[in-house]
């Protein structure tokens, strides 16, 4: 299995600009999760899925951040407009039961 | 609501040393536990999980971790550690297979 596979691995943008980041979860698993990692504040879930369904976006900072999963094998993260304060690593994570794998992240930059 | 407490966010080793990474949490019922490794510029990877039976679970890499549930711990230990086992250390806690609850991690350093 290739693992969660995520796009793009570095995204550089301006402040204002949308940023669409992509997921693909490893091909069985019912759960997706993203997550965003900072220096101050470590790592933090923004949105969980089970099958494909949201299930918990307390973690979605603001209005700006919006996350789809149209089918079992795809989700988005959308930030619009963006802010430098978006900039961090955005991780994209599926499960099956017990234990998340992880993708290799989004560095996300926004100047 | 269900924490986790990593209390070192450094541990400076040596090389062939022994290492111990300590992970408390809270919880009011029955939980799995992980620990996950983030290499420089890397996602994190699952090392080891518990799930039931056994409390000692042990990783490929000569890791492993003791669920003690009367000391709420799940500490993280290496008989002998390799440079190239410097990175970051997670815990992570869940009840049931739903969202982790991660602690802020453990940075092992290990020089020669």
């Known amino acids: 299995d290739a693992g969660v596979i995520q796009s793009p691995r570095h995204e550089v943008t301006e402040m204002g600009q949308e940023v669409t980041l992509r997921c693909k979860p490893i091909?069985?698993?019912?759960?997706l999760f993203w997550y965003r990692q900072t220096m101050m504040r470590g790592l933090e879930l923004l949105i969980y899925?089970?099958?494909?369904?949201?299930?918990?976006d307390s973690g979605m900072p603001e209005d700006r951040f919006s996350a789809k999963m149209p089918n079992a094998s795809f989700s988005t993260l959308k930030i619009q407009p963006s802010e430098p304060r978006d900039s961090a690593v955005y991780f994209c994570?599926?499960?099956?039961?017990?234990?998340?794998?992880f993708g290799p992240g989004t560095r996300l930059t926004v100047l | 609501a269900q924490s986790v407490t990593q209390l070192d966010s450094q541990v400076p080793v040596f090389e062939e040393a022994p290492v111990e990474l300590r992970c408390n949490y809270s919880s009011s019922v029955s939980v799995y536990l992980f620990w996950y490794v983030q290499y420089p510029n890397q996602g994190l990877q699952l090392l080891l999980k518990?799930?039931?039976?056994?409390?000692l679970v042990e990783s490929i890499n000569g890791f492993e971790a003791e669920f003690n549930k009367s000391q709420t711990s799940f500490h993280l230990r290496k008989p002998s550690v390799h440079i190239s086992d410097t990175a970051e250390y997670f815990c992570?806690?869940?009840?049931?297979?739903?969202?982790?609850?991660f602690g802020k991690g453990t940075m092992l350093l290990v020089s020669p």
């Open positions: 992570a806690v869940s009840e049931g297979y739903s969202t982790l609850t």
């Open positions: 091909s069985g698993h019912n759960s």
């Open positions: 994570a599926s499960s099956l039961r017990g234990g998340q794998f």
């Open positions: 899925f089970n099958n494909n369904v949201p299930i918990d």
């Open positions: 518990y799930l039931s039976g056994s409390t």
